[in-house]
Nanobody
Framework: QVQLVESGGGLVQPGGSLRLSCAAS????????MAWYRQAPGKERELVAR???????TYADSVKGRFTISGDNAKNTVYLQMNSLRPEDTAIYYC??????????????WGQGTQVTVSS
């Protein structure tokens, strides 16, 4: 009933920038929070950034000062602006949403992931 779709990933050189988008669609009643996670091969999935419905944000130490999470409630979309990208940022980035559907059931929804590769 609820789907998250990421876009904006790709190949970028070190020092470059990308903006990821995650659009939530379907039977959405409310969104409490949305977040970006990433997972590189051989590593556990980690939280990159999170934004609550009140606008509070949280960032992993490794991306502070470089990444910015923002949201557009009217579009049910969350963004991750990634600047000064480093090779170690290479991972699959997943969108996560703490979303209550119109049946008043709250779940953590996950997108399919988008690949970000930082390489020269």
């Amino acid at each position: 009933q609820v789907q998250l779709v990421e876009s904006g990933g790709g190949l970028v050189q070190p020092g470059g920038s990308l903006r990821l988008s995650c659009a939530a669609s379907g039977s959405i009643f409310s969104i409490d929070a949305m977040a970006w996670y990433r997972q590189a091969p051989g590593k556990e999935r980690e939280l990159v950034a999170r934004i609550t419905s009140s606008g509070s944000t949280t960032y992993a130490d490794s991306v502070k000062g470089r990444f910015t999470i923002s949201g557009d409630n009217a579009k049910n979309t969350v963004y991750l602006q990634m600047n000064s990208l480093r090779p170690e940022d290479t991972a699959i980035y997943y969108c996560n949403g703490d979303i209550e559907n119109t049946d008043y059931d709250e779940f953590d929804y996950w997108g399919q992931g988008t690949q970000v590769t930082v390489s020269s």
